[in-house]
Nanobody, 126 residues
Framework: QVQPVESGGGLVQAGGSLRLSCTAS????????TGWFRQSPGKEREFVAG????????YYGDSVKGRFTISRDNAKNTVYLQMNSLKSEDTAVYFC???????????????????WGQGTQVTVSS
């Protein structure tokens, strides 16, 4: 069992930056693959970025490539999502997900991620 907890959401102006954090009390979280998803009202949950358990591999959704960076500090049991050049369309609830597996072919699908956080709201004003 792993329980991710997100933090760092808030209100930011378009063009600004924000950093989200995802942590868990369980030590095994540091070897789990971790992903970020987002969901806005009326839309499906969208894959944003993923990082392998030891941080050697990263993968990004097309809509955030070049603007967002995922990273992890296993000493702090924390995964970060640095979001730069934010746009109004980035407004959503951002969720952290964790799973023992790492598969680029399927990782964009929410159903393959076993553990989920409660989400943190990011609002980008134009």
């Amino acid at each position: 069992q792993v329980q991710p907890v997100e933090s760092g959401g808030g209100l930011v102006q378009a063009g600004g930056s924000l950093r989200l954090s995802c942590t868990a009390s369980e030590r095994r979280f540091s070897v789990f693959s971790t992903g970020w998803f987002r969901q806005s009202p009326g839309k499906e949950r969208e894959f944003v970025a993923g990082i392998s358990g030891r941080g050697g591999s990263e993968y990004y959704g097309d809509s955030v490539k070049g603007r967002f960076t995922i990273s992890r500090d296993n000493a702090k049991n924390t995964v970060y999502l640095q979001m730069n050049s934010l746009k109004s369309e980035d407004t959503a609830v951002y969720f952290c997900a964790a799973d023992a597996s790492w598969n680029i072919a399927t990782m964009t699908a929410p159903r393959v991620w076993r553990y989920w956080g409660q989400g943190t709201q990011v609002t980008v004003s134009s």
